[in-house]
């Protein structure tokens, strides 16, 4: 009898608990924007984006309604992968500017309320480290910071690399020193050198390096410790045990203080692996382990199933009480607009902004920049570069998608006053830019704004989720708390097709757009009859159901 009455109760709170407004902490609510600083905007002249520019431009985030930024890194190197090969994890390159400038944008950032997050890359440092140069030098304990073998000599008296390992971005993984005789392990490009987790020290000076930025006022600090595929991963446990040794240094730091910091991760891997960075009962790892559906599954020639399949994969394999990530682009992969198609770009900008969990905006999405031609003379990239090959470079270098920041319709659109930007701007920005976007009514600056607005509205906070893949082309998905309800129809083919939204449960008589795609002729406040919408090729609506 007794537990009889119990039961219930308990029930019910159970079920209550995940339905109330629990507070949201500022970081699963925001939208993240990726800048990659060194084409964001130069402030000198140099032809290379710096802080200062960031600094200038922080309030065109705030105009986008964004909360928080994550720059790529900004710390001193040698440049042979672009600021991922780090040679002091403790300064700023030189061409980015100072630690004073870094502090003007730390304050300005707080004034407007916009939190920084920077990308800590600790797989490896450059070849140009004081680290790496102590090892050279022979220094036991710089030595053991790094992975070396001796190399395998053949029948001819020639030496060979210890394995037949290729790095991620081509070539052997090993590279020999003449110095101690030995090869060193570089996954990434030769600048690169891999450093020694198994080595307690490396795992100190690590946490020290998350520390010394933490303290500098770095609400956040995230960690990318792979940005190409994890082929030749051996000891995955091992770097995730480092994911939740670092969470306990944030842990600390928000113990001091109450501020809570958010860890992102960066790992390409299935949804099911990337779980594991969420941690479990009694490890905490990242908030927020990146997710790759929308960059590696699909693309523009996928159907509106396989969308489906894609995205509800992450909310599937995701833990209940963890939030979900939506990232459509980064520095690593062509844009939205040449991947998916300039059409796209506002569905795919809602998709990110109105799913449920955190939204990552890389810059430029926002205004559907295109992939800008590099040609082979001005490519930068190692992973173009390193093809050798003036033809087929441009398929595996990254320079397309780091084109210049489009501003204006000004000289080198707006990002610099000076004579040669460190890449090509891409060759629409007369039309494609900010400024033009502005004052364009429907334009995807504007569409952006309005979904980053409608994007406070409690019910894409705490809301249900349900999707639908109608036919080969049209994907929809359904968010309603209490007694409010909206519709997100994106069509990703180029033909029309007329669906019935009263598929939907509760949608029984009419829905009215709020938003619409740039090409859509749908004005906004129409009323539509729920039940026969046409969906026109490549349009993509945000309706709100009528009851
Ligand atoms: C570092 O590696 C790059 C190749 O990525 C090479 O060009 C450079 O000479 C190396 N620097 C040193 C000091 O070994
Ligand atoms: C990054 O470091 C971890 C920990 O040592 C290692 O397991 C992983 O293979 C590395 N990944 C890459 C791509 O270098
Ligand atoms: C750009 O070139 C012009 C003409 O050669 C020169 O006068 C000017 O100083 C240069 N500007 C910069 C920022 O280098």
Redesign the pocket.
């Known amino acids: 009898m007794k537990s009889l009455l119990v039961l219930p109760v308990l029930f019910a709170v159970a079920l209550s608990s995940y339905n109330k407004e629990k507070e949201l902490d500022w970081w699963e609510t925001t939208i993240f924007y990726q800048i990659y600083p060194r084409s964001f905007k130069d402030s000198n ?1 140099d032809g290379i984006g710096d802080i200062n520019g960031i600094t200038e431009n922080l309030e065109y985030l705030k105009e986008l309604g964004i909360g928080a930024t994550w720059l790529s890194p900004i710390f001193k190197s040698p440049m042979y992968d672009f600021g991922y090969d780090i040679a002091d994890f403790y300064a700023i390159q030189e061409e980015y500017g100072t630690i004073e400038d870094f502090e003007n944008l730390m304050a300005k950032a707080k004034e407007l309320d916009i939190k920084i997050v920077l990308d800590f890359v600790p797989n490896h440092t450059s070849n140009e480290s004081v680290w790496f140069e102590e090892a050279l030098r022979g220094h036991e304990k710089y030595f053991d910071y790094f992975i070396w073998e001796d190399g395998v000599v053949d029948e001819n008296g020639v030496m060979h690399p210890p394995t037949n390992w290729v790095s991620a971005l081509r070539k052997s993984a090993w590279e020999y020193r003449e110095e101690v005789g030995k090869y060193y392990l570089h996954q990434f490009v030769i600048g690169q050198p891999d450093l020694n987790y198994r080595n307690p020290d490396v795992v100190e000076e690590m946490k020290n390096v998350i520390r010394f930025w933490l303290e500098k006022g770095v609400a956040d600090d995230p960690d990318n410790y792979d940005y190409l595929n994890h082929i030749y991963t051996k000891d995955l446990d091992e770097t995730i045990e480092m994911v939740f040794q670092w969470r306990e240094v944030f842990d600390d730091f928000k113990e001091k203080d109450g501020l809570s910091r958010v860890m992102m991760t960066e790992a390409y891997t299935t949804p099911k692996m990337a779980m594991k960075y969420y941690g479990n009962r009694d490890r905490k790892g990242a908030q927020m382990p990146f997710n790759f559906a929308l960059i590696s599954d699909v693309n523009g020639d996928s159907s509106a199933a396989e969308i489906k399949y894609a995205l509800d994969s992450f909310l599937t394999f995701k833990p209940i009480d963890e939030h979900a990530n939506w990232v459509a682009g980064n520095h690593d992969v062509s844009r939205v607009a040449s991947r998916f198609s300039p059409e796209l770009v506002d569905g795919i900008n809602m998709i990110t902004l109105l799913m449920p969990g955190i939204g990552v905006t890389y810059m430029g999405e926002e205004i559907g920049m295109v992939d800008g031609y590099v040609s082979w003379e001005d490519t930068v990239d190692p992973g173009g570069c390193n093809t050798d090959d003036p033809i087929n470079y441009w398929i595996t270098s990254r320079d397309p998608q780091r084109t210049p920041f489009q501003w204006s319709a000004d000289k080198n659109a707006g990002f610099s ?3 040669k930007t460190w890449l090509p701007v891409a060759a629409d920005f007369e039309n494609l830019n900010v400024e033009v976007q502005r004052v364009t009514e429907k334009s995807h600056l504007n569409i952006y704004k309005a979904l980053a607005a409608l994007r406070n509205d409690k019910i894409f906070r705490y809301s249900r989720y349900e999707s639908v893949a109608y036919n080969e082309g049209v994907f929809a998905f359904r968010r309603w708390y209490n007694k409010k309800a909206y519709i997100v129809v994106i069509n990703f083919r180029q033909e029309a097709y007329t669906i019935d939204l009263t598929y939907f449960e509760n949608v029984n008589k009419k829905v009215q757009v709020l938003i619409s795609s740039i090409q859509s002729p749908k004005n906004s406040w129409e009323v539509l009859q729920a039940d026969k919408v046409e969906i026109l090729g490549s349009e993509s609506l945000v309706l709100k159901v009528l009851f």
Do not use: A, P
């Open positions: 002249g006053v000076g004579n």
